[in-house]
């Protein structure tokens, strides 16, 4: 056997991140072109501010907080913002994605899809089962379309989740923690099922889509 050939190292993973941290380098010698890495430019174009103006409509604008009409802005604007912003901002291997119109539409459906299986962990959480389900639903909806931009590159990242999945962890959090406000004795409008928490998914996005890029 030839001495190159001794020198062969076989790797096996089962991992799907193949996300270059910050402290790793870019070079086309270095990249795995059967695996290529995946990874968000560090800019301020992925910041949503579009996400802390539709919470200003909602909280002070809206009738009676609105949770329908806050979806039916939500979907558009969550669009634009992968079109124009966070698509942008996407490296797979060593280059830029371009915006795959049909995978657009097709992901809409995903994150309607995806609204139910998210409705139903909610109500295993403790939501209202039968008396606010479709505000429920409602919720899940708010919380998918959130997750829009991520369930995208998902998809068009060859199904790699190893950076997407910290923008659903963050949508999570941010419900999960918002929730403390709900039981407490204040007896405010803005406590009642499930405004809190569209409040808290809609922070954890802004915060998760501003941040994960730099950890």
Known sequence: ???????????VTFSDDTTITTHQTHKKKDLDYDRP???MR???TTIPIHLLALLYYYIKISDNYDTLKLLFT???LQIAYLIFQFNKSTIYGNKRLKTNI???LITIGGSVALSVPA??????????FVEHIFQTWLLALHASFLAYPALYSVFNCDFKVGLWKKYFIAIIIG????CVVIPLDWDRDWQVWPIPVVV???????VGYSITAYI
Not at 1 to 10: L, P, W
Not at 119 to 128: E, N, Q, R
């Open 1 to 11: 056997m030839s001495k190159k050939n001794k020198n062969i190292k076989k790797r």
């Open 37 to 39: 890495p995946v990874y």
């Open 42 to 44: 560090k800019t301020i």
């Open 74 to 76: 939500l979907i558009p």
């Open 102 to 104: 049909p995978l657009l």
């Open 119 to 128: 409705m139903i962990i909610i109500i295993l959480f403790g939501a209202p």
């Open 175 to 178: 419900g999960w923690i918002s």
């Open 200 to 206: 808290g998914i809609y922070l954890g996005a802004f």
